[in-house]
């Protein structure tokens, strides 16, 4: 848990963004935790905080120069949709994943997924019908990528739907996408 600077409440470390300065003068996202920098700021993923703090300027205030808040919010989100997209590749390689609309409804019959991805361009009558079985067997179901990222992730030309077996590849994946969507949502504002 770390405390957040202004209101002093814990909040988990999953629901904040660490950016630090890099020597070449810009402020990159630390999404791993692992650069060693004394000065660091942790900041909330809620889309009212990025805009609170682009509107009053605060990136430049705690940094000591200018900051572009919108180029951090975009490199936020390319990388947590490659870490997405890398998680999805290495549970292919691990043989955790359910490929096509057919096979990813029998294994949703029987239980056997903890995560189901629908491609942004998938069509809608099968889309509506995957994400009426995984409301109705309680497991989360995303739409992210093209079904060429999503085929390019696990090897394929084109791949419209994806059942994650596992559950710490589907924990993994869930969070990376999830984090993906709500910087998708800074971005917008």
């Given at each position: 848990m770390v405390k957040h600077p202004k209101h002093r409440k814990h909040k988990p470390r999953a629901q904040l963004v660490r950016c630090v300065p890099i020597p070449d003068g810009r402020v990159v996202l630390d999404l791993s935790e692992k650069l060693p920098v004394p000065q660091s700021l942790w900041i909330g993923e809620h889309p009212d905080v990025w805009e609170r703090m682009h509107r009053h300027d605060a990136f430049s205030a705690w940094f000591g120069y200018a900051v572009d808040a919108s180029s951090l919010i975009r490199q936020g989100e390319h990388a947590y949709r490659e870490a997405a997209l890398r998680h999805i590749s290495l549970a292919q390689k691990a043989r955790d994943l359910v490929l096509g609309y057919e096979d990813v409804m029998r294994a949703l019959t029987f239980k056997q997924l903890d995560c189901v991805i629908i491609a942004t361009d998938a069509g809608a009558s099968d889309a509506s019908?995957?994400?009426?079985?995984?409301?109705?067997?309680s497991i989360s179901c995303h739409s992210f990528g093209t079904r060429a990222t999503l085929g390019a992730a696990v090897g394929r030309h084109a791949q419209v739907f994806l059942g994650v077996r596992s559950g710490a590849f589907a924990e993994k994946i869930d969070y990376y996408i999830q984090r993906n969507t709500r910087f998708m949502l800074h971005l917008s504002l």
């Amino acid at each position: 848990m770390v405390k957040h600077p202004k209101h002093r409440k814990h909040k988990p470390r999953a629901q904040l963004v660490r950016c630090v300065p890099i020597p070449d003068g810009r402020v990159v996202l630390d999404l791993s935790e692992k650069l060693p920098v004394p000065q660091s700021l942790w900041i909330g993923e809620h889309p009212d905080v990025w805009e609170r703090m682009h509107r009053h300027d605060a990136f430049s205030a705690w940094f000591g120069y200018a900051v572009d808040a919108s180029s951090l919010i975009r490199q936020g989100e390319h990388a947590y949709r490659e870490a997405a997209l890398r998680h999805i590749s290495l549970a292919q390689k691990a043989r955790d994943l359910v490929l096509g609309y057919e096979d990813v409804m029998r294994a949703l019959t029987f239980k056997q997924l903890d995560c189901v991805i629908i491609a942004t361009d998938a069509g809608a009558s099968d889309a509506s019908k995957i994400r009426a079985n995984t409301a109705h067997a309680s497991i989360s179901c995303h739409s992210f990528g093209t079904r060429a990222t999503l085929g390019a992730a696990v090897g394929r030309h084109a791949q419209v739907f994806l059942g994650v077996r596992s559950g710490a590849f589907a924990e993994k994946i869930d969070y990376y996408i999830q984090r993906n969507t709500r910087f998708m949502l800074h971005l917008s504002l």
